[in-house]
């Protein structure tokens, strides 16, 4: 009693404690979820184009039904972390363009009518998109009555597909009709709103045919040792400032260094593995019979039985190829290390392989087949003409003729002639040159077909092995991760400045990650590393992260530079204002130097710096290298526009700075009529306004908050 009468007169101070836990609670789930209201009120949203959010739920929906497709296309595999990070990437770059073109469009009055659409379906000016779909495999002739059996059929789903899939697919279709030929419209716009005036054709038809010859001397800017120039910060960050746009970049990025510990097996792991196989092998050496060795790799090895027979070409790196093919079969080879397997290898058997085959078939199509009654009859007519053949020896030729849906084949008597290895489905061809013996027949199963075929005759040439593996994949043990994990951990609590960090990492193989974005799902080095993304992003310069676990690594990272959306601060990009800096001082001095060496003619400045003038021959705009060695566009526009025999310095090109002295100048015959010129000029002007969608995002205010949620 007196306990309970104690919590009465505290039941204030219990109450208060209680709310504040409630709070403390609440307030942190609010920090850490992904519909956190202190995300400034966009827990819906993942990102706005102008001001027009992109909805969670729509986002998310698109995505879904993109990996769906995804998954229909790789036959129901299911899609990887990474597959998926690019798919929101993908859905997101066509959100935004679409809500970008919807608002333009709008604004401009475009549309694609109701007419208009069936015009570039079923009409006289079928769309690209529909020719592409609707053309014949085989001929590649468009058939447009395709199209009108398709659109009639909308209501008429697959067998087991989704009720309502088949025109949900058309309008998914048609929309991307719609918004290609919206943007043929954007661009034809753009493009006809642009001309090409006749001088500007003069112009391209000069550069293109005009040539020259001149001579050059040139300073190389590694005449100019590095350590000559000293810049600091400041004047750095001067350069910086007056060479601005150069590094401005249209999204923030991360740049960090990190060391990794690999999680991979001890010495104990792998006698582990090896006392494991050992305890076994007896049974293994002791099988008589292929089949036998068959039932025990099933039942121990992870590496499946394959009859599959090898030449030793094929067992290229392994390091047991030339005992496979030279110890007697039966034989036990190992162990040996391949891949991360400890391994034993059986030889089963060794034969004389042929690189093709003469084969017959009977082909049982389920192409056409609608029904399960049809599949069925179907498989019951397969196995009755098996048995006809393999208890009954029918007459093969004749019972192609009578019941094979191969129409080319079966007027034959069946016979597809030579076959060359591996030119059928893998199941097959194995079936084939690895296990079919001459005079008996065989059932094979392929994507549509049932087939029962026979080799009829074969060119056995090179020798094959056949072998059952016992093997066992070195893993780690628990013990093993557990220690590695303390080895990266200690490193992390002992290193938690930037410079302690760089002191040990170069004790090991550290690496460094540039140029990372938010929404980027690898690292280089790492690979799928989303964790660290996300750790990079909320970190501050010069911090260290805890041990994180990356594809088989523990990684410990030091965040080395914050570079912010729009002009980077100087440590951000110091790397490369260093090298431009640098390069543009050694500019500087080598120009001075040329301006000191001036003369009359190109070879006295040569001889004034006791180098040599080279000649350059038919120097052309269009192509506008050094006798097909340098790059120097600067160098040869200076050479087109100077006057013959006028020395013309300093010029600032790719590898130096040069002084040129044009000897010749060719130019072409005068001309009136520059169509060709006006056409080529004409089609660079499309394939930019092609790309007008670039532009318009650039011109776009775009918010990305999809960082909050991924």
């Known amino acids: 009693m007196a306990a309970i009468g104690s919590i009465r007169k505290r039941s204030g101070f219990l109450v208060f404690i209680i709310g504040l836990s409630i709070v403390g609670f609440l307030l942190m789930d609010a920090l850490n979820s992904n519909t956190s209201v202190l995300r400034g009120g966009r827990k819906d949203s993942v990102g706005e184009v102008n001001g027009e959010k992109i909805m969670y739920n729509d986002f ?37 363009s679409e809500k970008i073109s919807e608002e333009n469009d709008a604004k401009l009055g475009l549309a694609v009518t109701p007419e208009e659409l069936a015009d570039i379906t079923i009409g006289a000016n079928p769309h690209p998109y529909i020719v592409q779909s609707f053309s014949n495999r085989e001929t590649g002739q468009f058939d447009a009555s395709q199209v009108r059996l398709f659109l009639q059929s909308l209501d008429n789903d697959e067998p087991g597909a989704e009720p309502g899939s088949k025109r949900k697919m058309w309008n998914n279709f048609e929309k991307e009709l719609k918004k290609d030929q919206l943007r043929q419209k ?19 038809y000069q550069s293109q045919l005009a040539t020259v010859d001149f001579k050059y001397v040139q300073l190389p800017y590694s005449d100019v040792k590095d350590s000559d120039i000293k810049p600091t910060d400041d004047e750095l960050k001067a350069y910086l400032k007056a060479n601005a746009k150069r590094y401005a970049q249209e999204e923030e990025t991360r740049r960090f260094e990190y060391v990794s510990f690999d999680i991979i097996p001890s010495k104990q792991d792998t006698a582990a593995v090896l006392e494991y196989l050992n305890e076994k092998l007896p049974d293994f050496v002791a099988a008589k ?24 070409k094929d067992l290229t790196g392994s390091p047991v190829a030339d005992t496979l093919f030279s110890a007697p079969v039966k034989s036990v080879v190992g162990p040996y290390i391949e891949g991360d397997k400890l391994m034993y290898a059986k030889i089963t058997d060794r034969k004389l392989l042929s690189d093709s085959a003469k084969v017959s078939e009977i082909v049982f199509s389920f192409a056409d087949v609608k ?60 079936l084939i040159f690895f296990k079919a013996q001459k005079g008996k027949v065989y059932k094979a199963a392929t994507q549509n077909e049932l087939i029962i075929f026979a080799v009829t005759e074969d060119k056995p040439s090179a020798i094959g092995v056949q072998a059952a593996y016992f093997a ?49 799902f690898t690292v280089y080095g790492l690979g799928s590393a989303r964790d660290v993304v996300r750790w990079a992003f909320n970190a501050k310069k010069g911090e260290i992260s805890t041990t994180m676990n990356v594809d088989k690594k523990y990684v410990i990272a030091c965040l080395n530079s914050v570079s912010a959306k729009g002009i980077p601060e100087l440590a951000a990009v110091k790397e490369r204002v260093e090298f431009d800096f640098a390069r543009d001082k050694k500019a500087e001095i080598l120009d001075k130097k040329l301006e000191a060496a001036k003369a009359a003619t190109i070879d006295e400045i040569a001889s ?12 052309v705009l269009g192509n506008p290298s050094l006798n097909g060695s340098l790059f120097e566009p600067n160098v040869v526009a200076a050479a087109i526009g100077a006057t013959v025999n006028k020395v013309v310095l300093p010029i600032k090109g790719n590898t130096g700075v040069y ?48 960082f909050d949620f991924f």
């Open 289 to 312: 019979t292929t089949s036998a060795d068959s039932i025990f790799v099933k039942l121990y090895s992870e590496t499946p039985f394959n009859i599959v027979y090898k030449e030793k």
């Open 659 to 706: 002084a040129i002295q044009v000897t010749n100048k060719i130019e072409p015959p005068k001309a009136s009529d520059f169509t060709s010129y006006t056409q080529v000029l004409k089609a660079q002007i499309q394939n930019k306004a092609n790309r007008i969608a670039e532009t318009q995002r650039k011109l776009a205010k775009v918010e990305d908050f999809r």
């Open 186 to 204: 954007y661009a034809t716009l753009v493009t006809k709103g642009l001309t090409i005036p006749t001088w500007m054709a003069e112009n391209a």
């Open 371 to 430: 029904t399960q009654a049809e599949a069925d009859a179907k498989q019951k007519l397969f196995d009755s003409v098996f048995t006809l053949l393999d208890s009954l020896h029918g007459n093969f030729a004749q019972l192609a003729f009578n019941y094979s849906d191969d129409a080319q084949a079966k007027v034959n008597g069946g016979n597809i002639g030579w076959v060359k290895r591996n030119a059928k489905p893998a199941q097959y061809n194995d």
């Open 608 to 619: 004034k710096l006791q180098t040599t003038a080279v000649p350059v021959s038919g120097a």
């Open 472 to 520: 066992k994949t070195i893993m780690p043990s628990p013990e093993t991760e557990r220690n590695i994990y303390a080895a990266a951990s200690k490193f992390a609590a002992e290193n938690q400045t930037e410079d302690k960090f760089k002191a040990a990492a170069q004790k090991l193989n550290v690496q460094t990650a540039d140029n990372v974005h938010k929404n980027d």
């Open 60 to 96: 998310t929906k698109k995505v879904d039904d993109a990996a769906t497709n995804m998954q229909n296309q790789m036959q129901g595999q299911s899609i990887s972390d990474e597959q998926r990070s690019m798919l929101r990437n993908q859905v997101w770059n066509d959100m935004v």
